[in-house]
């Protein structure tokens, strides 16, 4: 084999190993792609197949209807009035918690049946829906009708408290999301807390609220709540928060001896948290009101808390804007009573 014939040989050599590289590329891409586009097709119809055995899922709607929501809340509310022990992760019984958004759905709104069942009662003599302002001196829940109690009341007032001085507007909604706020607080801090209402529809009588400081509501038991808090906000010209001071002589059972001691402080100590968190002003307490009837009726020191001036458009502002930061700090001032007390 002459050279001339060798070079043509390994030519030839040369160009058929580049054409079979070619192919062999060509091959293996063209196999890859294929089994993409079939691995695509078994997907899209398994999916296919799923759709098909999966029951239609309509997008869930907001619940507008008033009467439904309503439902939910009486059941929620008859639930709460259960108390079963409720234990830390410690093991602990947890401390209990009365929150009080105050007022309520206005009187005139009421019919007759929900005033009773609320536990106001018609007073015959006079004129109005109420309920008596004191229970008998010593007692728990007796009544005090007029006498045998410490007959404290307002100036020009009596032992007979008439509803409608308790009808307001704006006030309930506020006083209920600063009271909402707080339980979601204290529920993480580790406190059980009822509530005493949980919607603007409802009312409660005093009665009624107070008794949220015993086991399933039960009167004739021990009060088992360590505090009762009740949650306001003032009006009549004027700015910034405070809570009502507690003074005088207080005769319902139950009662520490330093009930009025103990429930100044507490009223104190969650209205400078109030302050420091909403920016409201830091108002000295409220005096001469020591008649109200909580005062008279709570089992359990109780803090009055008068927060903002819900008449007064900057206070509103900030309530309107801050409620979780207020129910925030009411949480943080109740937690700190609770350790040194
Ligand atoms: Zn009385
Ligand atoms: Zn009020």
């Known amino acids: 084999m002459n050279d001339k014939k060798l070079r043509l040989l390994l030519k030839a050599a040369s160009a058929f ?11 293996v891409c063209r ?8 691995e695509e097709q078994r997907l899209a119809n398994e999916t296919k197949l799923a759709e098909l055995q999966m029951p239609t899922l309509e997008p869930e709607q907001e619940n ?14 008859e639930g709460d009035s259960v108390s079963v022990p409720s234990y830390n992760a410690a093991g602990t019984a947890k401390k209990v918690i009365v929150l009080d958004a105050g007022h309520g759905k206005s009187s005139s709104a009421m019919s ?14 006079k004129g109005s829906w109420g309920e008596w302002r004191h229970y008998k001196n010593g007692t728990f829940g007796e009544d005090c009708g007029g006498s045998g109690c410490t007959l404290t009341a307002p100036p020009n007032g009596s032992c007979w408290y008439p509803m409608g001085n308790g009808d307001r507007d704006t006030e309930p909604s506020v006083n209920l999301n600063n009271a909402l706020a707080a339980q979601k607080y204290l529920e993480q801090m580790g406190y059980e807390v009822r509530m ?7 009312n409660p009588s005093m009665n009624m609220r107070v008794s949220y400081c015993f086991p399933n509501n039960d009167t004739t038991q021990t009060p088992d709540a ?8 003032n009006a009549g010209g004027g700015s910034g928060t405070s809570y ?5 002589a207080y005769e319902q059972c139950f009662i520490p001896s330093d009930y009025i001691e103990k429930s100044n402080t507490l009223g104190q100590l969650i209205n400078t948290k109030v302050a420091a968190a909403s920016g409201l002003s830091d108002n000295s307490p409220i005096g001469s009101e020591e008649y109200l009837i909580l005062f008279n009726k709570c089992p359990v020191p109780i803090a009055y ?37």
């Open 196 to 202: 005493t209402r949980t919607s603007n529809e409802e």
């Open 226 to 233: 360590a505090a009762y808090i009740c949650i306001h906000s």
């Open 305 to 341: 808390m008068e927060i903002g001036f819900f008449d007064n458009s900057r206070d509103l502002g900030v309530l309107k804007s801050s409620s979780d930061a207020i129910g925030r700090a009411i949480a943080e001032g109740v937690d700190e009573y609770l350790k040194n007390n």
């Open 244 to 248: 009502i001071s507690l003074g005088g």
């Open 17 to 27: 190993l580049v054409i079979s590289l070619v192919f062999c590329i060509y091959a």
């Open 31 to 38: 196999n890859n792609s294929q089994k993409k586009y079939m």
């Open 112 to 125: 007759a049946d929900e005033k009773k069942s609320e536990g106001y009662v018609y007073n015959e003599s």
């Open 64 to 77: 507008e209807n008033d009467e439904t929501a309503d439902t939910e809340e009486a059941i929620v509310l």
